[in-house]
């Protein structure tokens, strides 16, 4: 069984403050990774994915995220916050070909102060 | 881009009563969807696959009976909580996987259903 792993539940960062958040996945098999962010009222919206191939994702809105197999990591980064990027963060994994549902972490709620 | 909707966003009912939750894909066609549910401050967790024209396929520990889901057509799933108790009030949120080559590698979220069972 697969699981997700978010080490950081709330974070607080000032604008203009880089962000990293981790991720940690189980799963001995091939897997998808997947960044979603939930704004305040609003679904969830995909920020970037990774199927295969290069293990820099570039995603909307300035994010990035690096798999590290190794590691079995993808963490979440940005060089430089916004007010706007107050939101709740979900790291979602899926196997093999992605037709599978999505198993997700539980979420990191990111604070950013103007 | 893709949108996927639900219906109704807020609900309320009685202890003992069904309620249903329809999730619609509205620009495309969606072979496969799925339901999560979300506890406050928690994270979703998948419920159950819906496939058009099949039977759902239910996630360990998710009651069949209780949760009924029917994907009639490659639009529209829609999720009925039976013999509603206060333990089933959560989040619940479908997503859909279009049937298209060219997007079916990414799932679209609808925007949740709160059900409140009193």
């Known amino acids: 069984a697969q699981s997700v792993s978010q080490h950081n539940h709330h974070v607080i960062l000032s604008e203009a403050a880089s962000l990293e958040l981790g991720c940690n996945y189980s799963?001995?098999?091939?897997?998808?990774l997947f960044w979603y962010v939930q704004y305040p009222g609003q679904h969830l919206q995909l920020l970037l994915k990774?199927?295969?191939?290069?293990?820099l994702v570039k995603g909307i809105k300035g994010f990035e995220a690096e798999f590290i197999k190794s590691k079995f990591s993808f963490n979440l980064r940005k060089p430089s916050v916004q007010w706007s990027d107050t939101a709740e963060y979900f790291c979602?994994?899926?196997?093999?070909?992605?037709?599978?549902?999505?198993?997700f972490g539980k979420g990191t709620h990111l604070i950013i102060q103007p | 881009g893709a949108v996927v909707s639900q219906h109704p966003s807020r609900v309320i009912c009685k202890s003992g009563t069904s309620v249903k939750i329809e999730c619609r894909s509205l620009?495309?066609?969606?072979?496969?969807m799925f339901w999560y549910r979300q506890f406050p401050k928690q994270s979703l967790m998948l419920m159950a696959t819906?496939?058009?024209?099949?039977?759902?396929?239910?996630e360990q520990g998710v009651e069949k009976d209780k949760f009924l889901i029917n994907h009639a057509s490659l639009t529209l799933s829609t999720l009925t909580v039976t013999s509603a108790h206060p333990e089933d009030s959560s989040f619940y949120i479908c997503?859909?996987?279009?049937?298209?080559?060219?997007?079916?590698?990414?799932?679209?979220f609808g925007e949740g259903s709160w059900l409140t069972v009193v």
């Open positions: 620009d495309f066609q969606a072979t496969t």
């Open positions: 819906s496939n058009e024209g099949s039977k759902a396929t239910y």
């Open positions: 799963y001995g098999g091939t897997v998808n």
């Open positions: 997503s859909a996987r279009p049937w298209d080559r060219g997007r079916s590698d990414t799932i679209y």
């Open positions: 979602a994994v899926n196997s093999g070909g992605g037709a599978d549902g999505l198993t």
């Open positions: 990774y199927f295969s191939g290069d293990p």
